[in-house]
């Protein structure tokens, strides 16, 4: 049975030398709070399950896809399940599911304890398109609670200012979180997956994951095609043809110009610090 980290988007992968056998690992986070309500802290647990299903051993995974919520971690997870030497952990979770590892400040230290060379998998995208996408996940996340929605304007900004202290802005502040990972791990053990790229052209990214994870070329471009109706790529392999959810690639709002501007200025330097730090560059506006 495939080991696994216990999170939304892992990996556990396996060597040619590696046994057959593998079991679901034992470091946990819940699910950030964030899913259902905006305005809410977002408090990571420190609960760890302890013991493994009878008959089997732990074993401590390989890479771990570390983020960021609404990155494009689904994507990525399930286009790596093509690759056969590739456990993806799509659904076997033991805790609770979450996509903030990056954002955390307490996950880098953990991870570290648990396996201070495993690689680590970050996807990105463009940080103001990623707030937008947080913000229509939460608001379809509340309407089927039955729960009150706010204008995605009435979130981003307060008394006529950027309103820097929601979530979703803070979570697209990457350069701050990358220096809290930056001080458990080298930049060589985090690859950096562009997320628009990976959506627009697959399989150059992930050519240069297989790459990273030190993994024979197995992807190919026939594992895609494109599907017009959806308007993304679609999954072929193992005789198979499959989508992302239907919850993925929904129809964002259209923001007020004046307060997208106010956001892309502000997210602007942050990006450059990042960039700074990563030693790299992305498309973003």
């Not at 977002?42 to 983020?67: A, L, M, R, Y």
């Not at 998998?121 to 229509?136: A, F, G, H, M, Q």
């Not at 562009?194 to 026939?222: M, T, W």
């Amino acid at each position: 049975m495939a080991c696994f980290l216990t999170s939304a988007f892992l990996l556990a992968l396996q060597t040619y030398a590696a046994p057959a056998e593998f079991v679901q690992a034992s470091f946990a986070m819940t699910q950030d709070s964030m899913d259902l309500d905006p305005d809410l802290p977002s408090n990571i647990s420190e609960e760890v399950t302890s013991s493994p299903p009878p008959g089997t051993k732990k074993q401590i995974p390989q890479s771990i896809i570390i983020g960021v919520r609404k990155g494009g971690t689904r994507a990525l997870l399930e286009m790596l399940d093509i690759h056969p030497d590739v456990a993806a952990a799509a659904t076997e979770i033991t805790i609770e599911k979450t996509p903030g590892y990056f954002t955390s400040a307490l996950a880098p230290e953990r991870i570290r304890a648990m396996n201070s060379s495993i690689k680590l998998l970050l996807i990105l995208r463009d940080p103001t398109e990623r707030v937008i996408s947080d913000y229509t996940q939460v608001y379809f996340n509340r309407l089927e609670n039955h729960k009150p929605v706010q204008a995605i304007e009435n979130l981003l900004v307060r008394n006529g200012a950027l309103n820097t202290r929601y979530k979703a802005i803070q979570r697209s502040m990457y350069d701050i979180h990358m220096r809290n990972w930056l001080q458990h791990f080298s930049l060589e053990q985090i690859h950096i997956v562009d997320g628009n790229a990976l959506i627009q052209d697959p399989l150059p990214e992930l050519q240069k994951v297989e790459r990273f994870l030190n993994l024979p070329p197995r992807i190919i471009s026939s594992n895609f095609y494109f599907n017009q109706t959806k308007g993304f790529y679609c999954i072929r392999s193992d005789g198979r043809e499959r989508c992302l959810h239907e919850s993925k690639g929904r129809p964002h709002p259209t923001v007020n110009s004046t307060v997208l501007q106010q956001l892309r200025s502000y997210l602007h330097e942050h990006n450059r610090t990042f960039f700074r730090l990563v030693k790299r560059t992305f498309d973003w506006q």
